[in-house]
DNA sequence: CTGAAAGCGCTTACAG
DNA sequence: CTGAAAGCGCTTACAG
């Protein structure tokens, strides 16, 4: 008989079987086994007996079991949205930080990933809402408000760049704002003049944030803004190549922007293959930036310069915070801790080698 | 009153609420609302009233009670080790097709990190096996044998790239050896001779591989086999920096090789770095070449030359072949399904801009 | 120091 | 067509 046939897996000891074989009550090998607080009530010698028998019989709790009674999973669950099914760099950082932090508090994490977050975020969220986490953290949710009031009503969640701030909900940022007027002000500082900017997808508040920062610092530089050097593109490779390679169609007799600021890295990189492609220089010809400072950066060749933007720490703080409330509820069933609504994290200029200064002969 | 403070979550309604609210019993609601074969049973009228109250109470069924009854999460628990708390690209792609899967079919995906396999998974792991997940998937493990037996015991699980082959246990690997000498054969016949070989985790099966086709591709082509050229490093990017950059230094007098074959795209990108800092030029002074097809190969510049493994619909599988096992042990109790216990995927030579054809003017 | 009872929220037989 | 009973595995009072 071939070895992958193989004999039924044995049903798992429960605490009454492992009763029986210390010859005590389910419920004193329960003090022993799991309930820290009254084990001290048994003698040593049953104890030994019972710790024997659960060795012995394999015993693990199960977890349906407490759930049940203790209203509490021990698992945070983690919504977010992923496009085509490829995980953006922007969330690994992300996950990476909740992650650890969830694994040093002894916390499963559970994902769940959707399509988009107008449609199947409010079909399909509440039903995992049901028990299996004790609470959620949103990753970039783009829900219209009833949603997020609705789930807020039964769960406790944590947003991350939520574009809509929630009463009593907790949202992690960062300084976006300040992190490209630093950065486009850096352009600037270069000599960059014509500086592209390859938007985000539009209507998300992080996007709109970069653009009027774009603006705010031509303004301080005395730089007369070009709408037409504001693209519409969105936060990913492909797109970011798509528009630069159609920003050069269109403008075949324009000279090259001085620089490219890209909503985040991974626009940059599909815009440094593209412009390799053309056959032009990163940084000699033309200096790109991105934001995020996610792995990529320091994996493209030239090594971008960008806007860091502690997604980690992010990470492991939506995981603080979420704890935090969801202890609060356990404890002192009377009412919800004042929380801080709004943590914003500082952001910080990574420069590097993709700008570098204008040194061409002509100017605009 | 500030917003952050806000009134108790109310408690979740139960069947025992809605029936009550729709005045029938608890079981009446059950059968509506729940249990999708008896539903017919129930008069159109009252079957009405008990959905209008659900909606009401916005009922949502508690997943631990019925986890409790079914002995079924719906969970899928992922198992692996995590470097430092970062994620590597070979881990990602295996979870992005893990995640892929689990949402096709309605299952969740848990995860749970390790800090090392030999101390540190058969410490936790099993007690995280306690009902919360249905099964495991471990990605590649390096775990002895009675540790892999003990988990068969209790809980159903698949491995990928696993180094011990368990009877009866569902192994996902690849073809790496045959990747590992079309890579190398392929940079003989660019020319190179010289060929030096980074290699990953000493003692890790799939290093091994790599390392024996790369002997074998040398042998193959009549080239004498340097152990000199055989430097041990492991799968990661600083790791592959740290390998390259000591031997250029313990080797200050000897050519550059011809050629670099990393045993991981990690290891490869570390090496890039390297060389560059160092002035070379990949590939016009020394081609490099990766293994895996990972995210960073196309981002890396030059891209990498790489070997694909199908990560992605490795992990796709290892849901499939899971939730196969899972089934039928809930179906037919009474033993295991006849599985294919290693399934291997092929690998494919993924030429790209990081290997050019030796061009340099002396050969050794 | 130890056990019998009750209940967490649900579903599966079994009666009516 | 509908409900009362029993039980999944555990823990929390309450008796002894």
Redesign the interface.
Known sequence: M?????????R?ATLADVGRAAGVSAMAASAVLNSARTSSRISPDTRARIVAAAQLL?Y??????R??LARR?N?IGVAAV?DA???NTYF?EV??GL??AA?QHEQ??????FHDWTHDVPARL???????VDGLILIAPLVAMDVLR?IA????YVTIHNDLAV??VVNLESDEEAGAFTLVTHLIAQGHRRILHLTGNRGRRGSERRIAAYRRALEAAGIVYDPALVVDSSYS?PAGAQSMRTWLQQNPAAPLPDAVFCANDGIA?GV?EVL?EAGYSVPGDVSVAGFDDSL?AR????QLTTVRQPL?AMGRQAVESLLLQIRA?HEH????P????AIVFPTELIARASVAPRARAAAT
Chains 1, 2 share one sequence.
Do not use: I, W, Y
């Open positions: 071939p070895a992958s046939v193989r004999k039924k897996r044995a798992a394999n693990r709790p199960n977890a349906a079991a759930a049940l999973m698992t992923v099914g490829e995980l690994l996950f990476n992650l650890e694994a499963n994490t559970t994902v769940f990933t509440p039903r995992f809402c049901d028990g299996r609705k009503g039964h769960t406790p009463p009593g490779t990189v440094m390799a990529v994996t493209a060749s030239p980690r509820e069933d009377s009412g919800m004042a929380t801080q609504t």
